[in-house]
């Protein structure tokens, strides 16, 4: 249902323009700041009912929400808020129906479907993607969207909130930094009420009087500024400077708005627990609306027989949305799976190996960087970024050779060394339609970027009910053999492999790298495409080059070698070390089928199932150390789906559980190889 809370964007532009609030802009102001208080009532009451099972108040946080909503452009800005910014919702136009489907989990909650917790807001088409729950994650993705729409000439600002003690994060810092060295138009807005949960500003934040505004203030380009964010009028005035610097192209703001907290932290808090009386009761005489109204009573703005009959008539609002929701249908549970990956079939609808590889032999480093010149060639939307990529040096691996260099640096271009700010930052830039390209220089390095690729990355599709999603290609060197111990040679691909939603490449020679490359740049999902370092200039991983339309499908296995008594199944670096192997095994007239699986997920299980239900013994066999590697996934399906065809116990071969060492005595003695490979064969054929 409709509300009159949000004001008529022409009018209020021209407000805007004219530097004096109006009363007008006053009155709507305290309409929506009352409706925001009452909604937080009526769904603590909901909740008391049992209708409802979690709630965040936005109490004490009204006026500075409103005065940064007022500003906003819906539909044409984006905004990242957080749990407690009800108030900036509704000033925005987000209405009060679809407020209550989110908070009772309907099935027709247009933010999540019921798929998340109450108080995480999303709209698609006011720009406001789905928010997740870590506190701090969302700051690097609304530079992302900033940096996209900026690359796209889209003239829209980009705003994100938090409360303080989110900005202990460092992705808050990361965020600050990547937006200042371009002078993004980011409005950052921390929510300051001195309370982090249970813990004080003075036990979080280290900066001048625990201020998070003076902690900030070296950054070049970054306007930061505090503001009594309790104060309605003095926040729309700081709020319009905030937004018109950000419009101009100056850069960067980040607003600390001192608030306060009149509730508990969430409905299953209790503050009296660990707040004095005499705090809590301070807090309450610096109520927001209290102020306002106060101010516009003594003004002869209003007076209170009118403010009697907007919270009357805002009570009904309220009431008729609340009545509206609870009649909803639940989420059935049969959609409960739906989402995880693309829906749309485009995968199916790709075209495959439509060309046999029969170009000049290359090598897999040498493919990957073809794959990308002939996809960014092809596909304007991509942006390829990490450290080091740009020219002259085209990454540590030469693997981005010449791509800065043929697409500028506009497409092509060095980040910061931070990986949460590439995962971050390339997530954003996806949410808009682009098609990121991300590199992390080495998987060793890749865990300050899991929270962004564990609870955002993949989740953005199934939290926001296919809504949004954030299809980013991440490239990762991986792999040892390359004098690289201890913190160059690790394999990731276990840790990744148990997480939903993300498709995992894993080639072992050229053609397939190119092949998947393409195809993964075409995809709807995200992707992570791990390149073995030790494969890159490996003349036994070189191949035949495939043209420029060859995309190789998903979930396909390689059949490398046909056999009858064995099946391996191995990917990666395995491929060979398994094949030297098996070739020896032949002259002793054994007959060995190896199969490269090539990609992790989706894995391709029929072609695996064949060759056991054929040959009746397994070995799984992959560089990953043992314990809860993909080979025990490999293992545990090999049993459950062929136990009738089984002569002899799935075997695995596998990294010690150990870490990879630098000297080759001692890496020999942890890493799999051809040797080790051979003895394990031998041992299971004579089974
Ligand atoms: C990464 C992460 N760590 C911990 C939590 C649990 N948590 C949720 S809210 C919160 C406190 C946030 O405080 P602040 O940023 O000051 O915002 P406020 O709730 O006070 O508005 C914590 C610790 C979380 N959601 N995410």
Redesign the pocket.
């Known amino acids: 249902m409709r509300t009159e809370n949000k004001i008529d964007m022409k009018t209020k532009r021209k407000k805007i323009e004219s530097k004096i609030l109006t009363n007008e802009e006053k009155l709507v102001a305290l309409r929506i700041m009352t409706t925001t208080r009452k909604t937080d009532y009526k769904i603590m009451n909901l909740l008391k009912q049992g209708k409802s099972y979690f709630h965040?108040s936005a109490a004490g946080?009204e006026a500075i929400q409103v005065a940064i909503g007022m500003q906003m452009d819906p539909g044409v800005d984006w905004a990242f808020p957080?749990?407690?910014d009800l108030a900036f919702l509704l000033s925005i136009g987000v209405d009060l129906n679809d407020i209550f489907l989110h908070m009772l989990a309907k099935g027709s909650d247009p933010m999540t479907g019921g798929r998340q917790m109450p108080n995480h807001w999303g709209s698609k088409k006011l720009n406001i993607p789905t928010q997740s729950?870590?506190?701090?994650?969302q700051f690097l993705q609304a530079v992302g969207v900033a940096l996209a729409n900026r690359k796209k000439g889209n003239d829209s600002v980009t705003y994100v909130s938090?409360?303080?003690?989110?900005?202990s994060?460092g992705e808050f810092y990361e965020a600050i930094n990547w937006a200042s060295r371009e002078k993004l138009p980011v409005v950052f807005v921390i929510?300051?009420?001195k309370?982090?949960?249970s813990?004080p500003?003075e036990s979080?934040n280290g900066g001048k009087q625990n201020s998070v505004a003076q902690m900030m203030s070296g950054f070049e380009n970054l306007l930061s500024v505090e503001v009594d964010g309790t104060d309605f009028e003095e926040s729309f005035t700081v709020a319009r400077k905030a937004f018109e610097y950000a419009r101009r192209g100056k850069g960067p703001v980040l607003i600390e708005a001192h608030v306060v907290?009149l509730a508990s932290?969430?409905s299953s808090d209790d503050q009296r627990k660990y707040r004095t009386k005499e705090s809590i009761e301070a807090d309450l005489a610096k109520d927001p609306i209290e102020k306002l109204k106060k101010i516009l009573l003594a003004e002869n703005v209003t007076d209170k027989k009118s403010i009697s009959e907007m919270e009357k008539k805002i009570d009904k609002e309220i009431n008729s949305a609340a009545e509206f929701a609870l009649q909803q249908e639940e989420p059935k549970a049969e959609t409960a799976e739906r989402f995880i990956l693309d829906e749309s079939g485009k995968r199916d609808r790709l075209e495959y190996e439509k060309s046999k590889p029969a170009g000049n032999p290359i090598v897999l480093v040498d493919a990957i960087n073809h794959a990308l010149h002939e996809e960014l060639e092809a596909n304007e939307k991509i942006y390829m970024f990490g450290e080091d990529v740009a020219d002259k040096k085209g990454g540590v691996f030469t693997s981005t050779k010449g791509l800065s260099t043929k697409f500028g640096e506009e497409r092509v271009f060095n980040s910061p060394l931070a990986e949460a700010s590439i995962a971050g930052v390339s997530i954003g830039m996806a949410l808009t339609g682009l098609k990121p390209c991300v590199e992390i220089q080495f998987g060793d390095y890749i865990w300050p970027a899991f929270?962004q690729m564990r609870d955002e990355l993949v989740t953005y599709r199934y939290r926001s009910n296919n809504q949004f999603s954030a299809p980013v290609v991440f490239r990762v060197a991986i792999g040892g053999y390359i004098h690289g111990g201890l913190f160059h040679s690790q394999n990731i691909e276990g840790f990744f492999s148990h997480i939903p939603g993300l498709l995992i490449a894993y080639p072992s020679n050229a053609a397939d790298a190119k092949g998947l490359l393409k195809t993964s740049l075409r995809l709807n999902d995200p992707v992570l495409f791990l390149e073995h370092k030790g494969l890159y200039r490996q003349s036994y991983a070189s191949s035949p080059e495939p043209d420029d339309k060859y995309l190789l499908p998903f979930g396909k296995a390689n059949i490398v070698v046909e056999g009858e008594d064995l099946s391996v199944i191995t990917y990666g670096a395995m491929v060979h070390e398994s094949n030297f192997a098996i070739r020896k095994l032949k002259e002793e007239g054994y007959s060995i089928e190896l199969i490269d699986i090539r990609t992790i997920n989706p894995l391709d299980e029929k072609t695996i199932y064949n060759s056991v239900k054929k040959t009746g013994k397994a070995i799984v066999i992959h560089e990953d150390t043992l314990t809860a590697g993909f080979g025990a996934e490999i293992t545990a399906r090999i049993t459950d789906s062929c136990f009738q065809y089984l002569d002899g116990p799935v075997k695995r071969v596998a990294a010690k559980d150990a870490f990879i060492p630098y000297h080759p005595n001692l890496e020999k003695e942890i890493l799999p190889n051809r040797d080790k490979i051979y003895n394990e064969l031998k041992e299971l054929l004579l089974y």
């Open positions: 965040m946080h957080y749990y407690r729950s870590p506190t701090g994650t938090s409360g303080e003690g989110t900005t994060e929510e300051n009420n309370l982090a949960i813990v500003v979080q907290r932290h969430s929270m």
